[in-house]
């Protein structure tokens, strides 16, 4: 379908006639009749009511409209966008955060350094695969984002810090003695985990290391996100393996553990596509990868 098809079809629907509709394009009314039945035919519908006074929407026609308009007004959006960006006048950045990173102190900290920046910062928090789709789609500039992820391996990323993993260990059980433990302590013990669809990357290389180390892991203590397994390691039902940063500021209920021999790392990026024509983008990922003196 070309594009002009669309532009036609919507000066026809609004004027609901075609004259006045080519008057308004600029073009004869004999070519624009001519161009609606070329689109009508490869849509295989019929659009408009022809009458002697003019024309008016058919149902299908109708919801075709909407469509099209929408379509127009994405086009001129992303017009008008390309051409701010040409010109040094676009200065919004859209950033997203991944679940587990949005309350960490590091990456709030280097939030911290845009402020005196002149750019506009839209947020959003989102699921990891959400991230990566957006940042895909162009609907993100920017991501904050958590390592390992598959979803992640296109993109252009930079290291902001890494967070190693520990154990959140409820206060009544044996190990909350302990304030640095090994691999091989885990083992009989009831471990929290998320499901897979949760965090694929990061999933499978838990899973490999709890299963090298000997630790089985009981799908009943799955839960949605990391966040939450730290809620029910504070409500007893067990231990939670989680990266350090979401751990700083935990009340009482729970003891964290350093892990000595754990094998995993968590590393927290900031990731972009590198098709992105925003000038400002990388300004805001040099900042937040700045690492402090």
Known sequence: MEFRYLKY????????????AAEQLGIAQPPLS??????????????FKRLSRGVELTQAGEVFYADAVNILADVERAKAKVRQIARGEHTEVRIGFATSTSTCIQVLER???????????KTAELPMSELAAQLTNKQLDIAIMR????ASESFERRLLF????????????????????QMKQLREQKILLFPRETGPALFDGMNTLFADAG??????????????????????????????????????????????????????VVAWEAS????????????????DD
Do not use: W
């Not at 039945?37 to 490869?42: F, G, Q």
């Not at 630790?215 to 409500?235: G, K």
């Open 9 to 20: 079809f919507v000066a026809v629907a609004q004027t609901r006639h075609f004259t006045r």
């Open 34 to 47: 001519q161009q609606i039945k070329k689109l009508e035919h490869e849509l295989d519908v019929d659009l």
């Open 111 to 121: 939030m911290g350094r845009l402020q005196q920046e002149k750019i506009n910062l």
């Open 147 to 150: 390592l390992p992820c598959y």
């Open 162 to 181: 890494d967070d190693p993993f520990v154990a959140v260990i409820p206060t009544d059980h044996a190990l909350a003695q302990f304030k640095r433990i």
């Open 215 to 268: 630790i089985r892991l009981d799908p009943h203590f799955a839960a949605p996100q990391l966040r939450t397994m730290i809620a029910m390691a504070q409500a007893g039902l067990g231990i939670a393996i989680v990266p350090y940063s979401l751990a700083e500021h935990l009340d009482n209920s729970v003891v964290v553990a350093s892990i000595e021999d754990i094998k995993l790392t968590s590393r927290i």
């Open 276 to 291: 992105n024509l925003n000038k400002h983008v990388l300004k805001v990922v040099t900042q937040l990868s700045q690492n």
